[in-house]
Nanobody, 123 residues
Framework: QVQLVESGGGLVQAGGSLRLSCAAS????????MGWFRQAPGKEREFAAT????????YYAASVKGRFTISRDNAKNTVYLQMNSLKPEDTAIYYC????????????????WGQGTQVTVSS
């Protein structure tokens, strides 16, 4: 069992930045790939970014590539999502998740999920 708790969401103006954190507890954090997903009102949950268990590999959705950076600190059992140049369309609930597989973009590959943190970008 892996417990995940997100933090760092909030209200920011377009063009601003936020850093999300996801603290993990339970099983060995460094054994899992970690991903960030988001769900906007009335839309399906979508992939944003993922990072391998070691942190050596990352993969981003086209919509966030170049603006968002995923990173992890295995000593602190935490994964981060640095979000820059935020746009109103980035408004969503952001979820972190843990997977036993590579760097998956498919939400079905993730077994454990956090409760989410709200990010709102005003225009």
């Amino acid at each position: 069992q892996v417990q995940l708790v997100e933090s760092g969401g909030g209200l920011v103006q377009a063009g601003g930045s936020l850093r999300l954190s996801c603290a993990a507890s339970g099983r060995t954090f460094s054994a899992y790939a970690m991903g960030w997903f988001r769900q906007a009102p009335g839309k399906e949950r979508e992939f944003a970014a993922t990072i391998s268990s070691s942190g050596e590999r990352t993969y981003y959705a086209a919509s966030v590539k170049g603006r968002f950076t995923i990173s992890r600190d295995n000593a602190k059992n935490t994964v981060y999502l640095q979000m820059n140049s935020l746009k109103p369309e980035d408004t969503a609930i952001y979820y972190c998740a843990a997977s036993q597989y590579g760097v998956p973009a498919d939400s079905r590959a993730y077994k454990w999920w956090g409760q989410g943190t709200q990010v709102t970008v005003s225009s």
